[in-house]
């Protein structure tokens, strides 16, 4: 069966510093995967998805960045943290790319910027 | 334009009643499909239901049932026999045909189920 790996679960980080977030998907190959943000009280949104090793689409103009360096590896980073950076990020992935095709999350990183 | 709007922020309802979910979605693609999703305090994200554009019957999975009108393109979500469980954030989302890389999601309604 297909799983989804996130961590880490809970990170602070300081202003200006950089960030790494992980996302692993084990058991399918090829998967689409996706990079959303949650602001407190807020809903999802899409930051990144990505449906190929390097090929990654951004949603939004933000100091984030991310990276797909394996099949089934998803990367989120940042050189410099600012405090709008804060929220809890999902990982989630799906096989394909069809209307009815649902996604499948990680358990989330809850990131605080301070 | 914002495509998946939810406006009820938060509910309340009673255990054993039913709720309704309310949202409503905006698209030039006659080919789609809405998703609902339930988020519980631990912040992880549970897949519900689906409805497809082209689906005759309204889609249904045990106690939730999806009312799907499509002329006034809104795809409610209905909850029968609340339970205190139910209580979380309630996402409604939609991925297009032309664009089926990206599920879009609204900002959610929270439910609170009271004894």
């Known amino acids: 069966s297909q799983t989804i790996h996130q961590w880490p679960a809970t990170l602070v980080q300081p202003v200006g510093s950089p960030l790494s977030l992980e996302c692993t998907v084990e058991?399918?190959?090829?998967?689409?995967l996706y990079w959303y943000r949650q602001a407190a009280g807020r809903g999802l949104q899409l930051l990144f998805y990505s449906i190929g090793i390097d090929q990654i689409s951004s949603e939004v103009p933000q100091n984030l960045s991310a990276s797909r360096p394996q099949d089934r590896q998803f990367i989120l980073s940042s050189k410099k943290l600012l405090l709008s950076d804060s929220g809890f990020y999902l990982c989630?992935?799906?096989?394909?790319?069809?209307?009815?095709?649902?996604?499948?999350f990680g358990s989330g990183t809850q990131l605080s910027v301070l | 334009a914002q495509k998946i709007t939810q406006t009820q922020p938060g509910m309340f309802v009673q255990e054993k009643e039913a709720v309704t979910l309310d949202c409503t979605y905006d698209t030039s693609d006659p080919s789609y499909g809405l998703f609902w999703y339930k988020q519980p305090s631990s912040g992880e994200m549970i897949f519900l239901i689906y409805q497809g554009s082209y689906d005759q019957q309204n889609a249904t999975e045990g106690r939730y049932s999806l009312n799907f009108q499509k002329a006034r393109k809104s795809a409610n979500l209905v909850i029968s026999a609340s339970q205190l469980g139910d209580s979380a954030m309630y996402f409604c989302a939609m991925r297009e045909d032309h664009n089926t890389d990206k599920l879009i999601f609204g900002t959610g309604t929270r439910l609170q189920v009271f004894p």
């Open positions: 058991g399918t190959s090829n998967p689409n």
């Open positions: 989630a992935w799906s096989a394909e790319t069809d209307i009815n095709e649902k996604l499948f």
